[in-house]
């Protein structure tokens, strides 16, 4: 038995260990996946970004898309004549021109240094023709001179008749290519209007793309980190504060100084992620505390049960023992008196009341294991009536003057007046004084003293059975209306008992609609106090007029008064 006990021991700790063990991972998942689902909600808001970014970049040099397909050599041809350019590339320039994000156009002939010597260069004018100029300003060359020294390094393997070159965000330049000559016809250079980008473009598509309405999670400033300074914002109420900046995005090929910076607030995301999270733990707290306190329970109920069946082979040896000291002593008496070697009227008379002591004996011990059966089966069956429990207590302690007084105990009887009835099996509770009083006298020692008291608490009749004996442990209080417990100590251990009589006391005190409980210290005495809740007007109303008279003792109690009479 203690084998097993050892590995319930094992396995309720290899469980637990599983379940914590199970639990935590699950916690770690979840939390992975909270952490997974924002950063990817970020992931997307970056690729959105860049996107951001190659459409502001599309949008400097959507007005040139075709030129690619322009005839170059046409295009040269008809420069050298007429000093302007081809009805096709015209068009294109027209569109650009009348784009606000351009200042001005401008072209350089590849073989001019009219910027090294500050002289006139062409700007295409609103009569749709190049007139020379020299009303520039050095951003224009800045910009040639970018695309020239770019340039050289890509003609030798370049097969396209143009290339785009951006000077950060001050100027767009269209290298215009021979591949077939492997060489640069011109420059067409454009500067930006810089207040029209800074002031009314770049606002309105960021407000437009990242405002608060569409992302709700992130804010976006363009910033020229060279100087510090915020170019636009999505959120214009956003304060920006470098030290919660997220992530940056660098434009592509152009605006170099320029850089578009996150910051993620992801409120709704979060809100969602963390509402998901919180459900998700709330119901695995609840599984793994149902999975914690079912093998608990499962371990206690095994370990109750351990215990009983443990209680149930000592009872069963006991009472085999107790069965058979009244059987041997009968028989015993049986013998003498069968084989008549006894003719004094003396020892017939002590043999006779030896034999009918056993007797009684015996049957109380077989009454006592009826009880109990009764109780485990549900057949214990109860007959209230309405009962006067001063007069029904007074009526058991008179039938039982003379053991009192044999055992020398001093009677403290206190019965209020005027109490009113309960509605009880007046056999019960005969029945559940015998066992009190029984086990108050069995155990006290020295102070022989038996205190009954009854009255009225509220709404229901208090009845108090006090004795000064050994008391009981508090750590076994909890255990002394369980069937077979007994409190193991060196002066119980001398007292017979079968750790039923509480147990049957409970029972038929809850039959009754009653409560117990009990009060006691080592050393100083217990206290037993039951309650039966007062008869109410109704049922007042159908009790029957022989209600207040008391039954007759059973066969039992007058066998026990003539034998210790």
Not at 16 to 26: D, Q
Request: charged share 25%; with cysteine.
């Amino acid at each position: 038995m203690k084998r097993y006990g050892s590995l319930r021991w094992i396995l309720l700790a290899a469980g637990v260990i599983a379940i914590l063990g199970l639990t935590g991972m699950n916690v770690y998942s979840l939390y992975a996946l909270h952490e997974h689902t924002l950063e990817s909600s970020r992931e997307n808001k970056k690729l959105q970004i860049a996107e951001f970014t190659d459409k502001i970049r599309y949008r400097f040099f959507k007005k040139f898309i075709g030129l690619g397909s322009a005839d170059i050599n046409r295009l040269q041809e008809e420069f050298n004549k007429s000093g302007q350019f081809t009805p096709e590339v015209t068009s294109l320039l027209n569109k650009a021109s009348g784009d606000s994000i351009y200042d001005n156009i401008f072209f350089i002939p590849s073989g001019s240094d009219a910027c090294q010597q500050q002289e006139p260069i062409l700007q295409y004018n609103s009569d749709q023709k190049f007139e020379p100029t020299t009303n520039y300003s050095s951003v224009v060359c800045d910009g040639m001179g970018i695309a020239r020294t770019q340039i050289k390094s890509l003609l030798a393997d370049y097969q396209y008749n143009n290339k785009v070159i951006f000077d950060s965000h001050r100027s767009i330049t269209i290298a215009l290519i021979n591949p077939s000559k492997r060489e640069v016809f011109g420059y067409i250079t454009m500067p930006f209007n810089q207040d029209f980008l800074r002031n009314s473009y770049l606002p309105k598509i960021l407000a437009q793309k990242f405002g608060s309405e569409q992302h709700p999670g992130m804010n976006v400033w363009l910033r020229d980190w060279t100087n510090n300074e915020i170019i636009a914002s999505s959120n214009p109420n956003a304060t920006y504060d470098r030290q919660q900046i997220q992530f940056e995005q660098n434009f592509p090929d152009f605006f170099d100084y320029w850089k578009a910076e996150v910051s993620f607030t992801d409120e709704s995301t979060i809100a969602a992620s963390n509402a998901s999270l919180i459900k998700n733990l709330i119901v695995l707290g609840a599984a793994m505390l149902l999975l914690l306190g079912a093998l608990v329970f499962m371990f206690i109920s095994a370990q109750k049960e351990r215990a009983l069946a443990e209680r149930q082979a000592d009872f069963l040896a006991n009472v085999t023992h107790e069965l058979k000291t009244p059987l041997s002593v009968m028989q015993a008496a049986g013998e003498n008196l069968a084989d008549g070697r006894v003719q004094d009227q003396q020892r017939l008379k002590r043999y006779g009341t030896h034999i009918f002591s056993e007797a009684v004996r015996l049957r109380n011990m077989i009454e006592k294991l009826l009880d109990v059966a009764k109780s485990n089966a549900g057949n214990s069956l109860v007959e209230p009536e309405p009962t006067d429990i001063g007069n029904l207590v007074e009526s058991y302690l008179d039938k039982h003057q003379k053991f009192f007084r044999k055992k020398d105990f001093n009677l403290d009887l206190n019965i209020d007046d005027n109490l009113p009835k309960v509605n009880i099996d007046q056999n019960s509770l005969e029945t559940i004084l015998s066992n009190l009083i029984d086990n108050a006298i069995k155990y006290s020692t020295d102070e022989k003293y038996l205190g009954i008291h009854v009255s009225k608490q509220n709404d229901h009749l208090k009845l108090c059975i006090e004795d000064h004996g050994i008391g009981i442990d508090k750590k076994n209080l909890s255990n002394i209306f369980t069937k077979f417990f007994r409190v193991e100590d060196s002066l119980t251990a001398k007292t017979k008992g079968h750790g039923l009589g509480l147990s049957i006391v409970k029972n038929l005190v809850e039959l009754n609609s009653g409560s117990i409980k009990v009060e006691s210290k080592p050393g100083n005495g217990s206290i037993f106090i039951i309650r039966f809740p007062i008869l109410s007007e109704s049922n007042k109303e159908v009790s029957l007029d022989s209600s207040s008279t008391l039954p007759e003792p059973d066969s039992r109690n007058k066998e026990l008064e003539e034998h210790v009479s």
